[in-house]
C-alpha cells in the first residue's frame, strides 16, 4: 500500500502543469530572397528633365476659368497661368526660369474690372413697441 502511494504521488509531482512559453527546440533563420532579374537599364536621374503640359478649366455655372501650361528643356523653364478674378477681369501670370536666374515672372490684367452697384441698407430694425392688452375688470 505504501508502495501505491508513493508510485501515486510521484507521478503527481512530474505532472506539473507548464506555465509561460518555451522556444520551439528547432530554429531557422528566415529565408532571404533575391531581386528579380532586371532585363533593362536601371533609370538614369542624372540626365536633365525634358516636358511639356498644357491643363484648364473652363465652367460658365460657376464662372470658373483658370489653367496653366508650361515647358521644360534641361534647366530652362517658361510656362504661365490664369485665373478669372470675381471683378470679372483675367490674371494672367506669364514666367520663366533661365538656369539660375531664378523666377522671373510679368503679371498682366485682361478686361475691365465690375463692381456691382452697392446699396447701403440700414440693418437695424428697431423691435416692436410692447402694448399690453386691455384689463377688463
Known amino acids: 500500500m505504501k508502495v501505491l502511494l508513493l508510485i501515486a504521488v510521484a507521478s ?23 531581386p528579380a532579374p532586371s532585363y533593362r537599364p536601371a533609370p538614369s536621374y542624372q540626365a536633365p528633365a525634358k516636358y511639356d503640359y498644357e491643363w484648364g478649366v473652363r465652367d460658365s455655372f460657376s464662372a470658373n476659368d483658370f489653367g ?12 504661365s497661368y490664369y485665373v478669372q478674378l470675381p471683378d470679372g477681369r483675367r490674371q494672367k501670370v506669364t514666367y520663366y526660369v533661365n538656369g539660375d536666374s531664378g523666377y522671373v515672372a510679368e503679371v498682366t490684367y485682361e478686361g475691365q474690372a465690375h463692381y456691382p452697384a452697392y446699396h447701403s441698407a440700414p440693418s437695424y430694425h428697431p423691435a416692436p413697441a410692447y402694448t399690453p392688452a386691455p384689463v377688463y375688470g
Open 12 to 34: 503527481v509531482a512530474m505532472a506539473k502543469p507548464q506555465y509561460g512559453y518555451s522556444p520551439p527546440h528547432t530554429y531557422r533563420p528566415a529565408p532571404t530572397y533575391a
Open 68 to 79: 496653366h501650361n508650361e515647358d521644360r528643356d534641361g534647366y530652362n523653364t517658361r510656362g
